[in-house]
Structure formats: C-alpha cells, structure tokens
C-alpha cells in the first residue's frame, strides 16, 4: 500500500463526537450532578475531583482524542505538538508532552492534568498535587485500558453517557471489522522505526486491533509489549506480512534497509503501510485503524491470489 498518507484521524473523531451527541446532549444539562468524583488511573492511584474537570490539561494524545471524542473539547486549556484538531488549534501549546514546564501548567489553573505514567522524571505530579491539581497517570497499553479510559474520562468530566456512547461504537466498528475478517490469517510484523527497529507485541493494542483485522502476531511468544526485533531474526523467521506506521506523506521503503530485501515479505511486496498516528494513538480513531487494516490485508490476500501465489 504505496503512497502519501493524510491523516484521517479528525474526520473518525469528528464522527464519534456527532454520534455521541446524538444519543446524549452535549451541553451542560447532560453532567451528572455535582458530587465528588474518584476514579483510579493506569498506575492503580486514585484521583479525586469534587466536580466535574472544567479545566483538563492533556499531554497525552490519544487521551486528548477521546476528550474531544466526548464533547469536552471546551474543557482543554492547552495543546501539545501532537494534538492536530482543528478545534484545539487556538489553545497555547506546551511542547511534546513529555516534559512539561510545572509553572506554566500551574498558571494556565487546570483543574484536572492527564500526564504520561512512565515519564514523570521530574516529580511532575508530585508537584502539580502540591499546588492542589489532580493529575491522572495514563499508559494505555491494550484495548482493554482504551474502553477503560473512555469510562474515566468519562466520570472526571461529567461525560458518562457521552463516554458509554464513544465506547459502543467503537466495540460495533471493532465487530463489524471482525465480521469482515474471514479467511486465512497471515502472520503479521508490526514493524517500529528506529535503531533498533521494535515490534508491537502481541498483548498491546496495535496487535489487538491487527487481530481484528484478520492477522496474527508472527512472534507471539516475544515477551515485552514493544521490544527490539532483529532483521536476522525476522529473516530467520519470515513474517507474511509487515506493517509498517508511515508519517505523512512517507511510502514503504523497508527494501532500502540493510538486510531487509532478504525477508521474502519485503522482497516480494508484502508491506502494508498505515498512517502513524492510527496504530500509535490507544483512543477512539483505533476503529478507523482496524478497518484500514482490514481492507489492507484482503487487497494484499486478493492481489496473491490473482498472482496465484495464494493468501499470504
């Protein structure tokens, strides 16, 4: 699957945000009354809100989509890099996400500041609860923390039904995926970029949502959730197919690589790229990700047999 890649992600959330506010209002009438909120985030602490957020602070992205998926875009009152909806576009912008300035989250007087769990070199949470800001810690890692993050964005906003609502269609697309998915499953490389490569592993939700979408984990047995992957090793053990995340505008060009023309999925085509941010985001735009996929892989399995070299 050659060719420019434009990210779609705005118009699935754009979807999901209208679906959601056709079954809930989206207006205030719809929060759940006042009280004392308490959820626990993926570092097992719990955070506690004496009302729903009014003022959030995402330096996550794909947390950032699900806010958005959910109505409360209004409640952002800032942006990273990575955040690319157009109604996020007027917020200040405080970098990466990764190593924020304490004072300046402190000044923009959040009520509520969603932050990497594994990136907190600083103390950063230590400090934003000093100065009496809750802070929610996120690693989502499978899909069963992406439907848990709806439910808890959900709650520290007000949004429950809008959260319900995100996460059904999502399990109905996720499904109607799965339908599509018949036939013989390939084994699948989900190849990272970087020195060294690094591969999804079969317990995170980029090969969750491959499995989806008809493939299996050519290496399932690799512990780690995104662990360095050898070319001899994948020439070794050849995947039937390789995705491969592709900024915008990139093409698939594993032939080029040192070593990579010997694995007889390169060599012979068998590469599907994607737009990076639908397989690296664990949030509402995973449904867009899954059937992209899908079609990938039965225009990939048709184009063999045609060539009649049979499914891959």
Do not use: K, Q
Request: net charge negative.
């Amino acid at each position: 699957m050659a060719g420019s890649f434009v990210s779609p992600t705005r118009v699935f959330l754009a979807a999901l945000v209208l679906g959601a506010c056709g079954l809930v209002a989206c207006g205030s009438g719809a929060e759940r009354p006042a009280a004392e909120l308490s959820v626990l985030d993926d570092a097992g602490r719990p955070v506690r809100l004496a009302a729903p957020a009014r003022r959030v602070v995402s330096l996550v992205p794909s947390v950032t989509e699900t806010l958005v998926a959910l109505g409360a875009a209004d409640r952002l009152v800032a942006r990273t890099d990575y955040d690319v909806a157009p109604e996020l576009a007027h917020l200040p912008n405080v970098g990466g996400g990764l190593d924020p300035g304490v004072e300046a989250l402190v000044g923009l007087a959040p009520d509520l500041v969603v932050a990497w769990d594994a990136r907190d070199d600083a103390g950063l949470r230590a400090r934003l609860e000093a100065a009496g800001i809750a802070v929610y810690a996120a690693a989502i890692e499978d899909t069963a923390a992406v439907f848990a993050t709806f439910r808890r964005m959900g709650v520290l906003t007000g949004r429950e039904a809008a959260a319900d609502s995100v996460a059904r269609a999502l399990r109905d697309t996720l499904a109607a995926v799965a339908r599509d998915a018949a036939g013989p499953r390939p084994r699948a490389l989900l190849l990272l970029d970087g020195a060294p490569p690094r591969m999804a592993g079969a317990a995170t939700f980029a090969m969750e949502i491959l499995g989806v979408a008809g493939a299996e984990p050519a290496y399932p047995a690799v512990a780690g959730n995104w662990p360095a992957l050898s070319v001899e090793t994948v020439v070794e053990d050849p995947p039937d197919v390789i995705v491969l995340p592709l900024g915008e505008g990139e093409s698939p060009a594993l032939a080029g690589r040192p070593g990579w023309r010997a694995v007889p999925a390169v060599r012979e085509g068998r590469v599907i790229g994607i737009p990076a941010d639908l397989v690296s985001r664990p949030g509402p735009a995973l449904g867009l990700a899954a059937r992209a996929l899908g079609d990938s892989l039965r225009a990939l399995a048709a184009r063999e047999s045609a060539a009649g070299r049979g499914a891959p």
